[in-house]
């Protein structure tokens, strides 16, 4: 997902939320270990969307590509982690 379809989505997703509600972020920190955003450009971007996380769910990749050494991004994608993040409205 694109920086700006992700503030978009953070920055609208209260708008979307029953009272106690939550949205759910998919995101893979590989762009993080490529240096195209930081952790904490994402940590502020929640904040600014008046959301609050109350979980985070990581997991690491399996699929071919995480394995395989031919590719250009290998190291990248060894350190890659997917997490599921739950938020809530502030």
């Known amino acids: 997902m694109g920086g700006q379809r992700r503030l ?11 009272p106690g509600g939550e949205g759910w972020l998919v995101l893979s920190d590989l762009a993080e270990h490529l240096g195209l955003r930081t952790r904490e450009d994402l940590l502020a971007a929640i904040e600014a ?12 990749p399996t699929h071919p590509k995480a394995s ?18 739950r938020l809530v409205s502030r």
């Open 49 to 60: 969307a008046g959301l609050k996380v109350v979980e985070r769910l990581d997991t690491r």
């Open 68 to 85: 395989d050494r031919d590719d250009p991004l290998f190291e990248a994608r060894t350190a890659e982690v997917t997490s599921l993040w």
């Open 8 to 18: 978009r989505f953070l920055n609208e997703l209260s708008d979307h939320l029953e």
